[in-house]
T-cell receptor
């Protein structure tokens, strides 16, 4: 079974702090993704990556950056956290082929105060 | 632009059949996915359609019409545990792009 592990389930940070959200997958998947999920807005794509050191902006990349130094790990970075970044963050991975489903981690609920 | 529409909420009773519709308008099309998400949990994969027609998987079936930009998820013999959000997602291109999700349909099953 594919396992996608997010480092924290709950996180509380202060405005202006730099925040790192870590995600690790154990199935040698090429693709990794970061989404945020908010009530009434659904899942929105922040960034994704096809390969090590590759990254692509999603629909809402502002205020975020990512790092993929190793194939199994994809990190989301909030350079200076703001209250509007309070959300549920979901990491996912998939094989490189078009019909491959996403496998999601359990999510990190981030609160910025 | 990219747009995926599905109803916000639906209710049904145990043992019934429910159909959750999804319409999409995207820049390209390389498949449509359905996911189930229970409250507080991660989405889990249910089905994938890339060709027109019906795909059946136990109590769940998914239908696709590419010419109409339309899909539905059919749940039969509903159980209480089917209460969840159901997410429709489209893959616009074969390579290089990620899934675009609809806002999800929250299904409540009552006894």
């Amino acid at each position: 079974d594919v396992k996608v592990t997010q480092s924290s389930r709950y996180l509380v940070k202060r405005t202006g702090e730099k925040v790192f959200l870590e995600c690790v997958q154990d199935m040698d998947h090429e693709n990794m993704f970061w989404y945020r999920q908010d009530p009434g807005l659904g899942l929105r794509l922040i960034y994704f990556s096809y390969d090590v050191k590759m990254k692509e902006k999603g629909d809402i990349p502002e205020g975020y950056s990512v790092s993929r130094e190793k194939k199994e790990r994809f990190s989301l970075i909030l350079e200076s956290a703001s209250t509007n970044q309070t959300s549920m963050y979901l990491c996912a991975s998939s094989l490189g082929t078009g019909g491959s489903p996403l496998h999601f981690g359990n999510g990190t609920r981030l609160t910025v105060t | 632009g990219q747009n995926i529409d599905q109803p916000t909420e639906m209710t049904a009773t145990e043992g019934a059949i429910v159909q959750i519709n999804c319409t999409y308008q995207t820049s390209g099309f390389n498949g449509l996915f359905w996911y189930q998400q229970h409250a507080g949990e991660a989405p889990t994969f249910l089905s994938y359609n890339v060709l027109d027609g019906l795909e059946e998987k136990g109590r769940f079936s998914s239908f696709l019409s590419r010419s109409k930009g339309y899909s539905y998820l059919l749940l039969k013999e509903l159980q209480m545990k089917d209460s969840a959000s159901y997410l429709c997602a489209v893959l616009p291109n074969q390579a290089g792009t990620a899934l675009i999700f609809g806002k999800g349909t929250t299904l409540s099953v009552s006894s």
